[in-house]
C-alpha cells in the first residue's frame, strides 16, 4: 500500500510539492481518511493484498481498480459481487472526473485533486518586488469582476447530459487493447478447461459410469453458469441412465414372473450398481426389495446376496 498510495487524514495535503489525485472517503469504516494515488495501478477491495483496504462487509476481496492512463484515470470493475458506480451510473470500466463520486459496496469517495504549492525562502525585496507589491490590490479588484462574470455565465441554462449514456471517454489505445488481450487470453483458457471436462465425463459415459459423467457437466457448469453444450450433456446421460434402468427393471419383472429368479436377481443387482451412490432414490430401494422377496421365496437368508453383500461392506 505505501508504494501505491498515501493514506493521509481528509484535510492533510502531502508535503511535497507536486499536482495529486487523490479518494477521499465520506462514508463507512473508512470515513475521513484521504488515499493519494502515487502508483498508475491502485486495487481497491476488503480482502489483505489490495492497496484500498476497506471495512465494509458488501465489498469484495478486490473489486474495483482505477489506473492511470495518460493525463486521465479510469475505473474498472474486477469481477464484483455487488458492482462498481460512478456518480448514479453502475459501470464496468469508465474514465472518472474531479468531484465525481466512486461508490464501491456501502463505502462512497469523492474523486479529488490538489495542488500542493512549493515553499519559496524569503529573500531581500528589491524595488521591483515593492512595485509589485502595489499592484496587489487592483489584482484582487479584477478578479472580483472577473468572477462575477464567471457567476454570471454559470446561471445560463446548460445542455443536461444524458443520465442514460455513460461519459466514458475511450481510453489509451495500448490500455485497451492490453484489457483485449487479457480477455482472449482468460477465454481461451476457459475454453481449454471445459472441453477437458467434456472428454472426462463422454469418456465416463461411454463406460456408463453415469454418476461421474454426471459430476463431470456439472463442474462445467459451475465454471460457465448456462453453458449449452454443458446442459445438453447433462440431460443425455442422465436420459441414458433412466432408459438403462428402466430396461434392467422390465427384464427383472419378466424374470420373476417366468420365475427365472436368478436372472431376475441379475437386473435387480444391475439396478442396485447403477445407483450405488444414490441409495435414497426409490428405483434403488425397490431393487432392494424386490431381491429380499426372491430370497425368502428361494429359502435364503436376508440379505444373503452377493450385490447386497457388497454394498454393506462398501458401506
Same mark, same amino acid.
Request: some cysteine.
Given at each position: 500500500?505505501?508504494? #501505491?498510495?498515501?493514506?493521509?487524514?481528509?484535510?492533510?495535503?502531502?508535503?511535497?510539492?507536486? =499536482?495529486?489525485? %487523490?479518494?477521499?472517503?465520506?462514508?463507512?469504516?473508512?470515513?475521513?481518511?484521504?488515499? =493519494?494515488?502515487?502508483?498508475?495501478?491502485?486495487?481497491?477491495? /476488503?480482502?489483505?493484498?489490495?492497496?484500498? @483496504?476497506?471495512?465494509? $462487509?458488501?465489498?469484495?476481496?478486490?473489486?474495483?481498480?482505477?489506473?492511470?492512463?495518460?493525463?486521465?484515470?479510469?475505473?474498472?470493475? &474486477?469481477?464484483?459481487?455487488?458492482?462498481?458506480?460512478? #456518480?448514479?451510473?453502475?459501470?464496468?470500466?469508465?474514465?472518472?472526473?474531479?468531484?465525481?463520486?466512486?461508490?464501491?459496496?456501502?463505502?462512497?469517495?469523492?474523486?479529488?485533486?490538489?495542488?500542493? *504549492?512549493?515553499?519559496?525562502?524569503?529573500? !531581500?525585496? $528589491?524595488?521591483?518586488? *515593492?512595485?509589485?507589491? $502595489?499592484?496587489?490590490?487592483?489584482?484582487?479588484?479584477?478578479?472580483?469582476?472577473?468572477?462575477?462574470?464567471?457567476?454570471?455565465?454559470?446561471? !445560463?441554462?446548460?445542455? +443536461?447530459?444524458?443520465?442514460?449514456?455513460?461519459?466514458?471517454?475511450?481510453?489509451?489505445?495500448?490500455?485497451?487493447?492490453?484489457?483485449?488481450?487479457? /480477455?482472449?487470453?482468460?477465454? !481461451?483458457?476457459?475454453?481449454?478447461?471445459?472441453?477437458?471436462?467434456?472428454?472426462?465425463?463422454? %469418456?465416463?459415459?461411454?463406460?456408463? #459410469?453415469?454418476?461421474? *459423467?454426471?459430476?463431470?457437466?456439472? &463442474? *462445467?457448469?459451475?465454471?460457465?453458469?448456462?453453458?449449452?453444450?454443458?446442459?445438453?450433456?447433462?440431460?443425455?446421460?442422465?436420459?441414458? &441412465?433412466?432408459?438403462?434402468?428402466?430396461?434392467?427393471?422390465? @427384464?427383472?419383472? /419378466?424374470? +420373476?414372473?417366468?420365475? @427365472?429368479?436368478?436372472?431376475?436377481?441379475?437386473?435387480?443387482?444391475?439396478?442396485?450398481?447403477?445407483?450405488?451412490?444414490?441409495?435414497?432414490?426409490? /428405483?434403488?430401494?425397490?431393487?432392494?426389495?424386490?431381491? #429380499?422377496?426372491?430370497?425368502?421365496?428361494?429359502?435364503?437368508?436376508?440379505?444373503?446376496?452377493?450385490?447386497?453383500?457388497?454394498?454393506?461392506?462398501?458401506?
Amino acid at each position: 500500500m505505501a508504494k #501505491n498510495v498515501l493514506v493521509l487524514k481528509h484535510f492533510e495535503s502531502p508535503k511535497e510539492a507536486g =499536482v495529486y489525485y %487523490r479518494l477521499v472517503c465520506l462514508t463507512g469504516g473508512n470515513k475521513g481518511e484521504s488515499y =493519494v494515488l502515487l502508483g498508475n495501478r491502485v486495487v481497491i477491495g /476488503r480482502g489483505d493484498r489490495v492497496d484500498i @483496504k476497506l471495512n465494509d $462487509t458488501k465489498a469484495s476481496r478486490e473489486h474495483a481498480e482505477i489506473t492511470k492512463v495518460g493525463e486521465n484515470w479510469v475505473v474498472t470493475d &474486477l469481477g464484483s459481487q455487488n458492482g462498481v458506480m460512478i #456518480n448514479e451510473h453502475k459501470i464496468t470500466q469508465q474514465q472518472i472526473n474531479e468531484s465525481d463520486k466512486l461508490i464501491i459496496g456501502q463505502t462512497v469517495f469523492k474523486f479529488a485533486k490538489v495542488e500542493v *504549492a512549493s515553499k519559496n525562502k524569503v529573500i !531581500k525585496e $528589491t524595488a521591483e518586488d *515593492a512595485k509589485k507589491k $502595489t499592484m496587489v490590490p487592483v489584482m484582487i479588484l479584477a478578479s472580483v469582476f472577473a468572477m462575477i462574470f464567471l457567476f454570471d455565465e454559470s446561471d !445560463k441554462p446548460t445542455t +443536461q447530459r444524458n443520465p442514460g449514456k455513460s461519459n466514458y471517454v475511450n481510453v489509451d489505445n495500448e490500455y485497451q487493447r492490453h484489457l483485449d488481450q487479457k /480477455r482472449v487470453k482468460e477465454d !481461451k483458457q476457459v475454453k481449454e478447461k471445459m472441453n477437458a471436462i467434456y472428454q472426462r465425463g463422454l %469418456r465416463e459415459l461411454r463406460e456408463k #459410469n453415469y454418476f461421474r *459423467a454426471i459430476h463431470e457437466f456439472n &463442474l *462445467a457448469l459451475i465454471i460457465a453458469p448456462g453453458d449449452s453444450q454443458a446442459e445438453y450433456y447433462l440431460r443425455k446421460t442422465k436420459e441414458e &441412465l433412466d432408459r438403462e434402468i428402466e430396461g434392467f427393471t422390465a @427384464k427383472a419383472q /419378466r424374470d +420373476q414372473e417366468s420365475l @427365472k429368479y436368478q436372472g431376475a436377481i441379475v437386473s435387480y443387482c444391475s439396478i442396485i450398481r447403477l445407483l450405488y451412490t444414490v441409495p435414497d432414490d426409490p /428405483r434403488h430401494k425397490n431393487a432392494v426389495e424386490k431381491i #429380499n422377496d426372491i430370497e425368502e421365496i428361494l429359502g435364503l437368508v436376508k440379505g444373503e446376496t452377493y450385490c447386497l453383500k457388497k454394498q454393506r461392506t462398501a458401506q
